[in-house]
């Protein structure tokens, strides 16, 4: 039995990596993503990558499974991305095949996160869980009597894309809907972080402080940092992102009612105080007539949850 090739495409970081056949990482080479490089550059650095892992270990690859950072049409096994130059309706499994000659299976990171935290992390032995992937944006990946729920389009888990409110902000989605991702989501805390600073900077000494003195190099890592400081400014700001968290998880949990939610992503470096803070939100919505008991925790592997996802894919496409 040979080993699995992974492979996880995101917008700023690419990885390359074999398991065995348990599903243990053997090694993994990493890569900072050049965004004018499109697509042919990154086939390029994927090709060379795996061939250098390869080349260094003995044991031949039966299968491959790709996690890439944008829509994917898992169906048809083609991404559907319109973000970086290429990407458009493109046959990615089919171009793996031809390069690395065994089966492969592509998703969106996501679900390759929720796959991944549910075979190897903090989902493990759960019947259902959503992984939800905080950072720039906002993305979720639904297991549901243990697999993944992909949905008719390939479109199921867009917790980022939950209309929550009437809004002037336009989304990335494009709507004015008030979407998750446009009020809470690393971006939308930054933006707002730094519209605070650059009005009220009296009151925004500590955020300030943290950020060089500059309120445009604020984003959402100043703003929990200085929240769990105490400071007053950053705990309301901050509780405001999570308050619309904590709406569009209630509607998650009151549709799934899961064993678990999973928190993963940049933001979720914030650790326990965003677990404690939105376990807060959350309260202020507590129903007796509709209790329930799903665990809010963080992800166990961190930014390898797409990774090992990828390996839980290649591990079925080997099937
Ligand atoms: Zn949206």
């Known amino acids: 039995m040979g080993n699995f090739l992974a492979i996880d495409i995101g917008g700023t970081r690419f990885r390359v990596a074999h398991f065995d056949p348990e ?16 697509r042919d550059w990154m086939l390029t650095q994927l090709r060379e990558y795996a061939a250098e892992l390869t080349g260094k270990n003995r044991a031949a690859i039966q299968s491959c499974g790709i996690s890439f950072g944008g829509p994917v049409d898992f169906k048809r096994q083609r991404v559907t991305s319109v973000h970086t130059p290429g990407w458009k309706n493109f046959a990615l499994t089919e171009w793996a095949r031809g390069i690395f000659g065994v089966p492969c299976l592509v998703d969106n990171d996501a679900n390759c996160g ?8 903090a989902g493990q032995g759960v019947e259902s869980m959503i992984y939800l992937t905080l950072s720039t944006g906002i993305g979720s990946g639904i297991i549901c009597h243990g697999h993944l729920h992909r949905g008719r389009d390939s479109m199921a888990g867009e917790i980022g894309h939950l209309p929550l409110t009437d809004s002037e902000e336009v989304c990335t989605c494009g709507l004015k809907s008030g979407c998750t991702e446009a009020l809470a989501s690393g971006r939308a805390m930054g933006r707002k972080v730094q519209e605070f ?11 300030l402080a943290l950020a060089g003195g500059e309120a445009q190099n604020l984003s959402a890592r100043e703003l929990a940092k200085a929240a769990q400081e105490g400071d007053t400014a950053a705990i309301s700001l901050f509780m405001e992102s999570m308050r619309w968290l904590a709406r569009a998880l209630l509607i998650a949990i009151r549709l799934l009612d899961p064993d678990k939610i999973v928190l993963g992503g940049g933001v979720a470096q914030a650790g326990d105080f965003l677990v404690q803070s939105l376990k807060k939100a959350l309260q202020e919505w507590w129903s007796p007539m509709f209790p329930y008991t799903t665990e809010i925790i963080l992800a166990k592997l961190a930014d390898y949850s797409p990774l090992y996802g990828a390996a839980a894919l290649a591990m079925e496409a080997g099937r």
């Open 23 to 38: 599903g243990r990482l053997l090694q993994v080479k990493h890569g900072e993503t050049l965004h004018s490089g499109g």
């Open 114 to 121: 929720a796959l991944g935290e549910y075979r190897f992390g």
């Open 197 to 207: 600073a650059k009005r009220y900077p009296s009151e925004s000494a500590r955020l």
